[in-house]
């Protein structure tokens, strides 16, 4: 199995010792740090080493606040728990004045639980008051001479305030506890707590990150919050949270998890928890906030005299400086980092497993002198050269290191490699050489071969097959079968390319199978795979929700994953990729094109429900809003028995995201945006698109929405949705191309052995084990029909996961026999599992538009939006159209339950419609959508409520496992349904004819017009217009697979697992139980992150 795959190039990492302090001259004060890929390791001195704690009986470390960390097997000595996320907060003081003028000072280092709220004054037995002296007694005294400058208080004595922050929050830090120690002398764990944190602070250059973005401080001058917090944002990767007082920025605070024991921890950067950030909301950021006068503009106060027992030495932020000017020749023994520099720049440094990391906390090393060198070992272990690259762990021989020249050398060389430059979250390996590793059995190419990727014609058959096309070469798999050759495999432009035998590998899987005769295409292209191969996970439909899961499975080598596609590879297809038009992908080949049947209720209308069909699903073909719902709404789920609520879908979808922020030239024209509303490690790409309109059409939207009611917004992904600004989009800025979910999660992750993709490939139903023993259905495979209309099977070993989008999954799982005995019975299909509840509960969004002409030609891609409360549309008439609507709710639940089957009761459907109904009043929650632009002289406003009560159904009418289902959507049933429209609609016109838009739009081009619709219009001429308005779908169709209890209409627990089955699970929107404010595309990254979780931690391996 391969680790990695080959890269197209080594980066040339140069490791060197750098620092004030020559190598040689290295005390057990000192630290040592490496530089790597052009990069040099350098020494920074510190103050003296940590206390050893019982850290080496943690045979493991684990991640504070990951599921490894919960595990009442891993103890509170090894990791911190439950306060699991660290906040590093740090001071700008200016009345009275305290710390040097160039640099923030310290507040402290706070241990929150990993829910965001957090403990405080944990042990007053270790509430010491003599700080300083223990500082002392400790070997400190530099550190204290340090934190009198840079740890003051602006209204106590510095020793006051080490006393607070020490018992407030050092105390609840369960890894200082004395018991965590195998010698511990009293106080010992307070010293290593403030060491810890002001090696953190070091590391955070708060005034270095502003002053680089051009953000000084200014008695006079102002900036956005988003300015200052896109600066903050180099510091770590992570956002981080800024206060202000009096509209003055005074204090940053930045997140981290840690790896291990706090007092010998790598800090993993990390964002801050909502709860916290609403425990600090009075300081939360306003619009707009100076950095401050500068320190200079007032008087300093100078803060009481410190304990006379600790000598004041003056020290400045450690710099690091060139290489010493001697060689070092000595062996020294020591603790310090290893810092990597990259271009003969500084650019991160190693963690404790020896990895090169470029945006978390460097780990501490410790040398021991070892003849004419030294050796390393770090929190994981001793540190040595294996297989040519630099680790760390438990089962590793120390190696001997020496210095060359002040940098860090391994038998006399101190250039070292990587293959990557790393960012984000990602970590690099580190190499001795570039030239070392044999194409037989090393997962990286040598430094010279010119390219990744190399082709070969055909190989020889093997075992009976066919010739078989293969097109990579070079790497060694220890779990399938390989093919070798010496005359097909040519490597780029190499002299001699047939004097060595290289290993060829086959695509994933293939060489495992034993026919061609199904003709499935596969991952690598069009190949032929064979009848009946098995897999560990079956995934039907490579889709939004599909390749999530089949992508975070296959992070495991151990695990193999096939995804089943009906559509093909459409990585470049212009189609996709552009982000000048939406919508242009509908009606096309890569869209299902379903048609519903006659809407009744909507002037007998027949709809097209779009979906995509292709690798990527409807990512491909959808408009690219990435905005999450309402958190009300989300926080409403847990009281229909669901686990999932806004904090855990926001954590799971912000894994997945990668959040590009906005220009400032995008700023300026309106674009706003909140760090903490999004992820920036994820795989998808979101941004405020670049293309937006650079004409004064948002201050004009604006203004109109501010008359009308509508307060601006600048975030739209924090849960509160209610104003009008831009939206995101899932938009790869650099590129300028859609990143839909199989650029995201599956393309760069293509390679791996364990992943298989078949296109063109339909899933249409399962089979079913025979076995008896078990009351629940066991799947055994699924049924598959290629392009050519032949059928064949795809084997599960463990489970079959549906992830075919709400019209599809229910009618593979009704073909299957899961369904309604009376919907299976019509087409003669025997029953597995009886479940009314598969393909009831349809529900979708109706899109409507009022459109008129403008004055003038305006250009941009129009990216806005307003979401409007139902308080907004009707004013003083919002009580009273709630007070007719829960009048009727009995009326409507017996409607639905009459056409649902059986699925569930009037009763149930009534708490699900008070539900639903109670949002729109009580808690604010968006009502309406309304996406207004101007392409040209075309101005336009698409709009549709958000909250349907109608409830559509999806059921299959044929034995024809590839045919289309019968789709109802029941648009308007429900005169709730039709009031909402008219309202929305009315609003919508409103805006049209209030200024300044009523002053651009040539008003006579109006429609509907007002000889159509009179401004007088009752609701009844209102309604007949919409019944009749060309309208469509949002392709937002959800709940046929609602994740519910079965007794409320459920067809999927909390597991995503289908009732009644034991091995079949639906990951798609199906599984929610009712619509969503925001854009169910967020939604569904969310929901697929967390069912990978669930699925993960149920994992069993053949």
């Known amino acids: 199995m391969r680790a990695n795959t080959s890269a197209p190039w080594t980066r040339r990492l140069g490791l060197g010792l750098a620092g004030g302090t020559p190598l040689w001259a290295l005390s057990s004060l000192a630290i040592m740090a490496l530089k790597f890929a052009s990069i040099a390791l350098a020494a920074v001195p510190v103050a003296s080493g940590l206390s050893l704690t019982k850290r080496a009986t943690c045979s493991t470390t684990v991640e504070s606040c990951s599921s490894a960390a919960d595990s009442s097997s891993v103890s509170s000595c090894c990791v911190n728990k439950p306060g699991g996320q660290f906040l590093q907060t740090q001071f700008w003081d200016t009345d009275p004045v305290t710390g040097p003028s160039n640099s923030w000072t310290i507040h402290g280092l706070w241990p929150d639980n990993c829910d965001g709220t957090y403990d405080e004054n944990c042990d007053s037995s270790r509430a010491y008051t003599d700080i300083t002296t223990i500082l002392n007694d400790n070997g400190k005294s530099s550190l204290v001479s340090y934190m009198e400058d840079y740890w003051q208080s602006n209204s106590e004595s510095p020793e006051a305030f080490w006393e607070h922050e020490w018992s407030t929050h050092g105390t609840c830090v369960s890894t200082l506890d004395p018991d965590c120690y195998s010698s511990y002398s009293k106080g010992q764990e307070a010293a290593d707590y403030f060491q810890v944190v002001v090696d953190l602070f070091k590391s955070l250059d708060t005034y270095s990150a502003l002053s680089a973005a051009g953000i000084t401080p200014s008695s006079s001058k102002t900036y956005t919050s988003a300015q200052i917090q896109a600066a903050l944002l ?29 007092q010998d921890a790598d800090f993993v950067a990390s ?14 950021p ?42 070092p020749t000595g062996s020294f023994s020591g603790k310090g980092y290893l810092n990597a520099y990259y271009n003969g720049n500084e650019d991160g440094c190693l963690i404790s497993a020896g990895t090169w990391y470029t945006t978390g906390t460097c780990a501490t090393y410790t040398a021991t002198a070892s003849g004419s060198g030294f050796t390393l070992v770090s929190s994981k272990g001793n540190c040595g050269i294996v297989s040519g690259a630099f680790t760390c762990g438990s089962g590793v021989s120390a190696t001997t290191f020496t210095a060359v020249s002040g940098k860090l050398a391994y038998n006399g060389a101190s250039t070292f490699y990587a293959s990557v430059v790393p960012s984000g979250s990602t970590q690099a390996t580190v190499y001795t050489s570039s030239k070392s590793y044999s194409l037989m059995d090393n997962p990286l190419w040598p430094a010279d071969l010119p390219a990744l990727s190399f082709y070969a014609s055909t190989i020889a058959a093997v075992h009976g097959q066919s010739l078989l096309k293969f097109r990579e070469c070079g790497m060694k798999s220890s779990k399938y079968s390989s093919f070798h050759t010496s005359s097909d495999c040519t490597i780029g432009n190499l002299p001699t390319p047939n004097m060595v035998k290289y290993n060829c590998r086959w ?40 390749l999530v899961v089949a992508s975070r499975l296959s992070e495991d080598p151990r695990v193999s994953v096939a995804v089943i596609e009906a559509g093909n590879f459409e990585k470049d297809n212009p189609l996709v990729t552009t982000t000048a038009e939406l919508g242009v992908g509908r009606g096309t080949s890569i869209d299902w094109q379903y048609l519903s049947v006659p809407q009744i209720y909507a002037n007998n209308q027949s709809l097209l429900w779009s ?16 905005m999450r719902p309402s958190s009300s709404q989300m926080d409403a789920w847990p009281s229909l028995g669901l686990e999932i609520d806004w904090n855990l879908l926001f954590n799971y979808s912000a894994r997945g995201e990668h959040f590009q922020p906005p220009s400032q030239a995008l700023i300026e024209l309106g674009a706003g945006y909140e760090p903490l509303a999004h992820g920036y490690d994820g795989p998808v790409k979101t941004c405020i698109s670049p293309n937006i309109s650079t004409s004064n059409l948002h201050d004009i939207l604006n203004s109109t929405f501010r008359a009308l009611g509508t307060p601006p917004r600048h975030e739209f992904n924090d849960g509160d949705l209610r104003g009008f600004g831009y939206q995101s989009a899932t938009i790869d800025r650099d590129l300028g191309i859609r990143d839909d979910a199989a650029r995201a999660y599956y393309y760069p992750f293509a390679e791996r052995d364990n992943l298989v993709v078949m296109v063109n490939t339909t899933g249409t139903r399962i089979l079913w084990s025979n076995e008896s023993s078990s009351q629940e259905a066991v799947a055994t495979a699924i049924e598959v029909v290629n392009q050519h209309g032949e059928t064949s099977s795809v084997h599960a070993n463990n489970e079959i996961i549906l992830s075919a989008g709400a019209i599809r999954s229910p009618a593979i799982l009704e073909h299957s026999g899961v369904g309604n005995p009376a919907v299976l019975s019509r087409q003669s299909i025997d029953v597995r599992v009886n479940l009314p509840a598969v393909g009831e509960n349809f529900q979708d969004q109706t899109v409507l538009a009022i459109s008129a002409t403008a004055k003038q030609n305006y250009t941009g891609f129009p990216a806005f939006v307003a979401h409007t409360s139902l308080q907004d549309l009707l004013g003083p008439n919002t009580q009273s ?25 009037a009763a149930v459907q009534e708490y699900l419609l008070r539900t639903q109904l109670d949002l729109l009043l009580k808690s604010n929650t968006p009502a309406s959508e309304i996406a207004p632009g101007m392409i040209g002289d075309a101005f336009g406003a698409v709009y549709w409520p958000l909250q349907p009560l109608s409830r559509g159904s999806i059921h299959i009418n044929t034995t024809n496992t590839t045919a289309p289902p019968t789709i109802d959507g029941k648009f308007f049933q429900l005169d709730f349904d039709v009031q909402l429209a008219v309202e929305t609609s009315k609003f919508v016109r409103r805006l049209f004819t209030t200024p300044p838009v009523a002053d651009i739009i040539d008003m006579a081009s109006l429609n509907p017009g007002f000889d159509v619709l009179p401004e007088n219009a009752t609701d009844e001429q209102w309604a007949t217009w919409l019944r009749s308005s060309p309208m469509s779908p949002n392709l937002h169709h959800l709940g046929t697979t609602a994740m519910l209890p079965r007794s409320m209409g459920g067809v999927v627990d909390n597991d995503f697992k289908v009732y009644g089955t034991k091995n079949v699970r639906v990951v798609d929107l199906g599984v929610l139980p009712f619509q969503v404010a925001g854009h169910s595309m967020a939604v569904l990254y969310g929901v697929a992150e967390w069912a990978s979780e669930k699925i993960k931690a149920t994992l069993k391996l053949t």
Request: charged share 15%.
């Open 881 to 905: 159209l709630y007070d007719s609507t829960l009048a009727k709710l009995p009326e409507y639940a017996a409607v639905i339950a009459a056409q649902n089957g059986g699925a569930s009761s």
């Open 234 to 262: 180099k510091v770590t990767g992570k956002a981080a949270v800024i206060s202000c007082s009096s509209s003055e920025l005074y204090q940053v605070y930045y997140g981290f998890f840690t790896n291990g024991p706090l």
């Open 507 to 546: 695509f994933s899987w293939t060489v495992l199978l034993s026919s061609l005769a199904n003709g499935l295409a596969t991952d690598k292209g069009q190949h032929d795979a064979v009848s009946n191969p098995s897999f560990d996970y079956v995934i039907i439909g490579g889709g939004t929700a599909g």
């Open 271 to 284: 964002t801050i928890g909502k709860l916290r950030l609403e425990n600090e909301a009075k300081g939360f």
């Open 286 to 327: 306003r619009p707009r906030c100076s950095p401050v006068p500068p320190k200079s503009a007032r008087a300093r106060t100078a803060p009481a005299a410190a304990s006379s027992t600790c000598p004041r030495a003056v020290q400045a932020h450690h710099q690091l400086t060139t290489s010493p000017t001697s060689t």
């Open 611 to 626: 979906a995509g069909k292709g690798l990527g699903g409807s990512s491909l073909i959808n408009g690219m809003t990435y």
